[in-house]
């Protein structure tokens, strides 16, 4: 049989045991234990010796067939599904840090993660150095032996800059550091993360994945691409377990410690969000698209800042990436701050609100909100302007859309 598109490998990924009821739908198994018949399968299930289930901080079969639907379409070794974005990227960077390590990225980060890396992981005496990644050499020099991972947003948000990722594995490569990004703005039924060499993809399922902002989620998923022999902290098990070193470190200790598994609920809901999200982000992508090209000619918006716009400066590279639609995020600027509140307050239709690939369009202004608590000095360093609204297009029918903010700005 031909190789499958992307829905069919979704919506027909089989179940890890045959269901006793032939139920179509993985069903939801609420339980935190389970029950074994002898003491000597529960001892070889709890020492890894056998696949079973023992407790679901660990695993829940609901869970793993979410975490088997994405391993089927992406190719990955492995995945793991924790109860959001930001515990995604915690247990990631706990499982191959270490005091004396250090990251290299962006200035441009989800806020957050720039909090998480610069004061929590900073505490634990591991150094966050940025560079601008648009610049391979820059990227290049701030790479030595003690860099656990080069980490970019594959679109950052909300600078919506894009870098060239073919150039950065090539350096990552050369360096002997994994390639990790945060892919949240185009999920994998668009953006091919194995394709430009990404060693580590990191998802929050938060939005596209989880059907309309049903709940939180995030993903890790490991390619088994990365050398991990060249890893500090993980070379030891790269001897025992080669390119599943990370995964083996994340699933047999990390996560388990952490506790932020996600629960059976949510993946049962991320699993409806992920049989629909190829429909869904093909919408809200072209409507987010024409929006951003209409808004241009409106009076009061200086700017729309979309890479799916010929005149980006990331088109190209853009639509090299990503193809036509990168992601359903735009921003626009308008003239000064005051003018960006009162056009807010004037909404009817589009909602005030965070978060990303909602159903339901959202607009927000990241400077007073997202970046609110950063002092103004690191707004400036990170690119957070006073004068920029974000927004996330949801399934409106764009007209819809645009009469709504047609009206604020009068
Ligand atoms: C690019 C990006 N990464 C990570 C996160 C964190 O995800 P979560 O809110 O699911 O923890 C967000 C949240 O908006 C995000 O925009």
Known sequence: MNKQHFEAQVLHTPFIKKDAY???SMPVYNTAAY????AATMEDAFCERRPDFAYSRTTN???QHYEDIIRGVTGAIGVTALNSGMAAISNAFIT??????NIVTSKHLFGNTYSFFTSTLAEFGVETRFCDMTNPADVESKIDENTCGVFLEIITNPQLEVADLKLLSDVCRSK?????????????NVFHAKDFSVDIEIISSTKYLSGGATCLGGIIIDYGTFDWSRSKKLAKLAQKFGKGAFTNKLRTEIHRNLGAYMTPNVAYMQTLGIETMEVRFNRAAATALELAKRLKSLNGIVSVNYPGLADNKFY???KKQFGDYPGAMFTFDMKSREACFEFYNKLKLICRATNLFDNKTLAIHPA??????FTEELRKYMDIKQTTIRMSVGLEDVDDLYNDIAQALQ
Do not use: C, K, Q, Y
């Open 61 to 63: 079969p609901t869970v």
């Open 22 to 24: 032939n139920s179509l």
């Open 316 to 318: 190209e590279l853009s």
């Open 35 to 38: 029950a074994f018949d002898d």
């Open 176 to 188: 002997g550091a994994p390639l990790i990004a945060d892919t949240t703005v185009v999920p994998f």
């Open 368 to 373: 007073s909100t997202i970046f609110g608590e």
């Open 96 to 101: 191959i840090a270490e005091a004396g390590a």
